[in-house]
């Protein structure tokens, strides 16, 4: 039985952008056929046990031709596979969406489109180019000015012209000067307004503006590369007035995050919002250690502790697993408090219906061992090289504890070129530290051998930065252990 073939437009590469229905189509794929203008963070989003494929067309190459392209699809969809493929912007706005399904119809094979956010739209929106205003223009016209090679525009550009509207141009960066002059010898206005928006909804976005007249020879001086969309029309000299992205606070500044995957996005999201470039490395992430029979001997015996000390989401997450593979649920904790060493642990508690009963007002290990309340033994639940600094306040307050680790950290990516390379060669990198773990991830990554001059490590609480420091790496530190704090520190920073 044939599969499905999902179209789904990728949007212009704010991954916000990408619309809920198209995220769904995306996580349910067995097999994503995708272009290179898909965003990274996109490109993230797709499920780790499906077959990728790169089909990576550009202006003037395509390493894979579209009618190898639809036989792609075709035979993906043969094998009973479900296929997302994913375009960049709209798949049916000069994105060649049509033709792929023409051989699938031919076919047989079931398939749906999935609208997406069209660059033609929403990159002049990013560069405060509202496409239409009442005041300016009553129409809107999106053109491809996409030439064959060794052949002239096909544009009528006398009937543009006399529809005195927005016009705006997508796949047009190399015949810029030909779009310009065919408008001025059809009659448009040399002090037209005019601009370029590259690489638009993106961090890297840049917005030129000029006059019709003046556009093609700013465009060439600042070296503008395809995606860029070319705006003409009075709508652009609003540019300057309704410009909001390039005044977020973190436009043009690179931050990297090293959190665990399964925990990476919420910061991601939060940095993209503010309009910093993000790439997420995880550098660590946590295994279960499953066996754990020193797990299964406390939580027989949980009458015996008045508290059971969390010290992460990932503790939170292996006390879960425990009580539903033994066929239990928050009902088995009885009468035991909980201590939450910080807000994010708090949270995660909260997921399943528990309340954490204590936690510091300085969220770290040495402050909760330190905080929390004396009557009965502590039950501590985290990871397999947890913080000394806990049990050794216990200890000296003679309360009793029990130390069982129920995950391990390992480090991901060790020895990363990819990464070494940004670290060296991106002026003011920004990386963000939210455990002594993901330094030491960090340094395994890049290789404790490289140069830290040129990054700053956002370090979320002092006990991670000491971390840092221990590798030479220079620091800035959060007021708080918390995410508001962290993002508030890079926010601050720049």
């Known amino acids: 039985m044939p599969g499905k073939v999902t179209l789904v437009g990728a949007g212009p590469g704010d991954p916000g952008l990408l619309t809920r229905k198209g995220l769904k189509a995306l996580e349910r794929a067995e097999v994503v056929v995708y272009d290179r203008l898909v965003s990274p963070a996109i490109l993230a989003l797709m499920p780790e046990g499906a077959e990728k494929i790169n089909v990576g067309k550009q202006a003037a190459r395509h390493p894979v031709p579209q009618d190898q392209i639809n036989q792609i699809l075709l035979d993906k969809a043969l094998e009973g596979k479900n296929v997302v493929r994913l375009k960049g912007g709209d798949p049916f706005l000069f994105g060649r969406g049509g033709e792929e399904l023409e051989l699938l119809a031919e076919h047989g094979i079931p398939f749906e489109e999935v609208p997406g956010i069209t660059s033609a739209i929403a990159a002049p929106a990013y560069g405060g180019i509202p496409v239409t205003h009442r005041d300016c223009c009553s129409s809107l016209h999106i053109i491809t000015g996409h030439q064959r090679a060794g052949k002239a525009l096909d544009i009528d550009f006398e009937a543009l012209v006399r529809t005195k509207g927005t016009l705006v141009f997508l796949m047009g960066v190399s015949a810029l000067p030909q779009i310009c002059q065919g408008l001025l010898t059809a009659g448009m206005g040399p002090n037209m307004p005019a601009a370029v928006v590259e690489r638009g909804t993106t ?8 006059t019709l007249e003046t556009l093609a020879e700013r465009a060439e001086q600042a070296g503008v590369e395809s995606p860029a969309v070319i705006v003409v029309g009075k709508v652009c000299a609003l540019a300057e007035d309704f410009d909001w992205f390039d005044h977020l606070p973190l436009k043009g500044k690179t931050v990297v995050v090293t959190r665990p995957k399964e925990r990476s996005g919420t910061l991601s999201a939060r940095l993209r919002d503010l309009g910093a470039e993000v790439w997420e490395y995880p550098c660590i992430a ?3 250690l499953d066996p754990c029979p020193a797990l299964d001997d406390a939580m027989e015996r949980l009458g015996d502790y008045e508290w059971l000390a969390l010290t992460s989401p990932a503790g939170v997450d292996a006390l879960w697993r425990w009580l539903e593979a033994s066929g239990k649920d928050a009902r088995a904790l ?6 939450a060493i910080g807000p994010g642990t708090g949270r995660e508690l909260k997921k399943y219906g528990l309340k954490a009963d204590y936690v510091p007002e300085v969220y ?3 402050h909760l061992g330190a905080g929390l309340p004396a009557g009965g033994n502590v039950l501590i639940l985290r990871a397999e090289e947890g913080s000394p600094a806990l049990t050794e306040e216990l200890a000296r307050r003679n309360i009793g504890y029990d130390d069982i680790a129920t995950y391990r950290t390992v480090y991901e990516n060790p020895r990363s070129q990819e990464l070494r390379e940004a670290l060296e060669g991106t002026d003011g990198l920004l990386v963000t530290f939210t455990s002594a773990s993901t330094v030491k991830g960090f340094v395994s990554s890049v290789g ?7 990054m700053v490590g956002m370090c979320i609480g002092a006990q991670t930065a000491a971390e840092a420091q221990k590798h030479g790496i220079p620091v800035k530190t959060a007021r708080a252990a918390t995410m508001d704090a962290l993002v508030e520190l890079i926010t601050e920073g720049v």
């Open 203 to 210: 961090p890297a976005q840049r917005r030129i503006s000029a």
């Open 286 to 288: 946590t295994l279960p």
């Open 334 to 339: 009885g009468n035991v408090k909980l201590a």
């Open 364 to 366: 770290d290990a040495a």
């Open 448 to 454: 404790a051998d490289a140069d830290f001059s040129n």
